[in-house]
């Protein structure tokens, strides 16, 4: 089963995909599983081992090197386990009160090198930029299939934070439905943008800017904050300072920046927390081909939204109190992470 | 310090409370912490230690047995670690584009049984009652403070779920603002009585009895199943069948009736899932003290809400696609849970 359903109270859309587990004897592995350890030899991920994934989707060559095999410094792969499917149309329907979707979608590994042992925080910047460039590649590529009204990249780096595979990979999901988050975050910067006629993002930045305590970094080009309402320690967003909603119109020089600033930043937290797991997600803008089906509602989307990447350190574990009630309890404030990230020497 | 900080993107609030940790060094603890283990005879929550802890709120005392000292089956005392504090007025103040308001509130734990070792579900009924009997007086107390918007009353049960401490024990927190997700709730239940003049919880579990799939157990006056849209495995929701916005209205009975439910549903899971960690939350109506303060606003709440307890047990780890997303990937449908909860033999 396959499927998206809607909880009429929360507002919240569940992918319910069950090919994996259904009893608790099956969710186990999932319990204590260590980060799954293989080998390099035996990696599906690793340079060499190209037949060991479903056929490759995009992949940035090495200047020379042929098509298949070896020779690409990242690769995108659909991923084994999908928790939705390319295949078929998307059916909305009633099921009494509630609501679902059939569980059309894409779900792709972004295998980020060759080399089993990279991390990203340790990456050449023409290596940290073809990274980037998969981003944008596969961003751009899902927006055409007008049935997919939002593209989510994200990463979790170590088990902690979810991660599966020990190699370095980030991952797409791209859905038909928005996300409650996003959707949140959306209403929220054009209830601004009408009552103001200024991006909610931008105004939030200048005053960073102004006040600095919570600037982590900041560049002509891109800044990174520790918002003034973090959840979690040293909790951090980053965000191109000038008005921007869509990552996917970045052009190469732009990744170029923001690949040099993002590493800078995922530098810090290596050095200062310990290479901490860790999760980062992408928010652009939603789809375009899905938007033009609802023109009045998007029409202001290049003025009121602006993209940014949020990034969370898993250092403390979540409690009972954050599932329940939506308030989070934060012992780090702010100000103190975003100093104590400036200051770390690299 | 401590208070209340609001994203405006996400309309959340925050609690920063920053007592105990700062600096990632700090966080340490936190962050490989097996469940602090404490011999009873220097656990501050057994019967014989009630002077190694702040002084007692409630208690639920055994017939004859002298206040103060041992002779009890549940007691109240507030949080040595409190994220909130109760002294003060409310200061509600915007910085620049964001707002806050001092950490005023109540952070107390209810200490469920004298015995280290006891487990809810291996409670007696009267011992399940007392521990109820708390919930109640804390709520209905608490509520008469004006201040307070919303009380929280919610249990972590093992270390996995957020528990820090073994002995058995809940936790009530009260807040100057009302959490997203109860707001969200709120809302929801506010614009289908608004369309239809009908509980939209009623709504729901009528189609669940209709359905019965997701039926774990039923009774006549209590009903738990697996939501439609469950975020996790196994995740429940707990309600009174017949219509009623407040536990604190709950009699005597009530409390009764509801500690057979509740116990049998524990046990379930006890037995059927191996003992999981689990957390619960009461999710009932805000203070009505606050509510006299926006007549309005409030004016249909007996009508229009419901009151439940979610209850989730921690079978899979959250990876990073939940947190940025607000969407969830539930590996088990929630008809699968019901049924193989109904089928434990108890």
């Known amino acids: 089963m396959r499927e998206l359903r809607h909880d009429p109270i929360q507002k919240r859309w569940v992918i319910i995909s069950s090919d994996r587990a259904r009893r608790p004897v099956d969710l186990e592995p999932d319990l204590q599983a260590p980060e799954r350890v293989v080998e390099p030899a035996r990696c599906p991920f690793c340079g060499g081992n190209e037949d060991k994934t479903p056929s490759e ?9 042929p098509a298949g095999g070896p020779g690409w410094s990242v690769r995108v792969v659909p991923n084994k386990y999908p928790a939705l499917t390319i295949e078929g149309n998307v059916e909305r329907e ?12 894409a779900h792709e590994v972004i295998v980020e090198s060759p080399d089993h042992g990279k991390r990203l925080a340790d990456m050449t910047l023409s290596e940290f930029v ?11 590529d899902l927006r055409r299939d007008a049935r997919l009204r939002y593209i ?5 780096y170590k088990e902690r934070a979810g991660a599966s595979l020990q190699h370095p990979h980030s991952q797409v999901i791209a859905t038909p439905v928005t996300p409650r988050t996003v959707a949140m975050e959306l209403d929220s910067a054009r209830q601004h943008y009408g009552l103001k006629e200024r991006c909610l993002f931008c105004d939030i930045l200048h005053q960073e800017v102004r006040e600095q305590e919570r600037v982590v970094q900041m560049d002509e080009h891109f800044i990174t904050v520790a918002p003034y309402a ?5 909790e951090l967003m980053l ?6 909603h869509d990552f996917g119109l970045l ?7 923001l690949a040099f600033h993002f590493r800078d930043v995922l530098r810090r937290m290596q050095k200062g927390l310990g290479d901490p797991p860790y999760n980062f997600l992408l928010h652009t803008a939603p789809n375009t081909e899905s938007m033009n089906k609802r023109p009045n509602y998007w029409s202001t989307i290049a003025a009121d939204w602006h993209w940014h990447i949020e990034i ?17 309890i934060n012992p780090t404030p702010p100000e103190v992470a975003a100093a104590y990230l400036r200051e770390v020497e690299l």
């Open 57 to 65: 989707i995009w992949r940035w060559r090495d200047p020379g090197a």
């Open 94 to 105: 009633a099921v009494g009160h509630y609501d679902r979707v059939n569980g059309v979608g």
């Open 130 to 140: 073809a990274v980037l460039r998969a981003y944008r590649a596969r961003l751009n």
């Open 152 to 156: 989510l990249i994200f990463k979790n």
């Open 230 to 234: 973090s959840r979690f320690p040293f």
């Open 239 to 244: 965000a191109p300072r000038a008005h921007g």
């Open 251 to 257: 052009d190469d020089a732009g990744l170029e920046r």
């Open 312 to 328: 969370l350190p898993r250092l403390t574990s979540v409690a009972g109190f954050e599932w329940g009630t939506g308030y989070y």
